[in-house]
């Protein structure tokens, strides 16, 4: 009875140290500079992002293929609306209402990126991926629109759609890409933050993670905002088979012993 009570707690140890290990290694973030914090050298003031030196670890393509910002949300920065110097076209892009409302989960700096003007993604490369296995990119993100344009939500009942404010994020990681939902937004309105996650399974063990974004119209600039990105490995589902198996394992045993014990008495 000792002999087998031992060998379940091995298992029920196996279960548990399996779970810590893979634990540890599923909870590191991938993402560097997942909420855009850190911005490269000299960079002091919200700005549009142009090629890899505004934010780091993350890059665009330089404009015109790319018409995407660095926001400023932390209090006392920034003008009434939010404002980013726009260096292509000169001026400043704000985005409707308050900065308090497009302050993030996660707080700080976020990005903006026009969903039907000059699209382009940002993207950075992720290193220490295994093929085969599945990992999770989670962020924060929203619709919004800029400032000098106006767009409504009649599109369900006006067949225009230049009627319609749209946004949403298109994610690739590699080869593989997947959407978000899309969000309709009201006239200089704003979404307010939503959360999304979305599973991909590594191809190689060095991919690209790309963010662009998607919308509509093109003549009344929607944007989508995007912060607070992670990649992290999904657990195994055999995880959880050999934490069951360690349950019933140790269930069974004390099954037999209150039998045992019971015959004696």
């Not at 002091?44 to 293929?65: E, F, H, L, M, N």
């Not at 063990?205 to 990105?229: H, K, R, W």
Request: hydrophobic fraction near 40%.
């Amino acid at each position: 009875m000792r002999v087998m009570f031992r060998a379940g707690a091995a298992l029920f140890g196996l279960a548990l140290g399996g779970v810590a290990a893979h634990g540890a290694q599923a909870g590191t973030n991938l993402v560097q500079n997942g909420g855009f914090e850190t911005l490269g050298p000299g960079i002091t003031t919200p700005q549009q992002i142009t090629g890899g030196s505004i934010v780091a670890d993350w890059s665009v393509p330089t404009p015109p293929a790319s018409y995407a910002f660095l926001f400023f949300t932390a209090s006392g920065q920034g003008p009434a609306t939010l404002g980013s110097a726009n260096t292509e076209y000169g001026g400043t892009v704000n985005l409707y209402g308050p900065d308090s409302q497009y302050v993030s989960p996660n707080g700080g700096n976020i990005v903006g990126m026009d969903s039907s003007f000059q699209t382009g993604a940002i993207s950075q490369t992720i290193n220490g991926l295994t093929v085969g296995t599945q990992y999770a990119v989670s962020f924060d993100w929203a619709g919004a629109q800029q400032v000098g344009f106006s767009g409504d939500v009649s599109c369900g009942t006006n067949p225009d759609p230049g009627n319609c404010t749209t946004d949403q994020w298109q994610v690739s990681l590699g080869g593989q890409t997947l959407d978000t939902p899309v969000t309709t937004v009201a006239n200089h309105g704003f979404s307010g933050w939503m959360e999304q996650t979305l599973v991909f399974t590594a191809t190689t063990t060095s991919e690209a993670l790309a963010f662009i974004a998607v919308g509509t119209p093109g003549g009344a600039p929607p944007f989508a905002l995007l912060d607070g990105v992670s990649l992290i490995q999904v657990p195994e589902p055999t995880t959880g088979a050999i934490m069951l198996a360690g349950f019933a394992a140790l269930g069974a045993l004390g099954l037999r012993r209150r039998k045992r014990h019971s015959a004696d008495g």
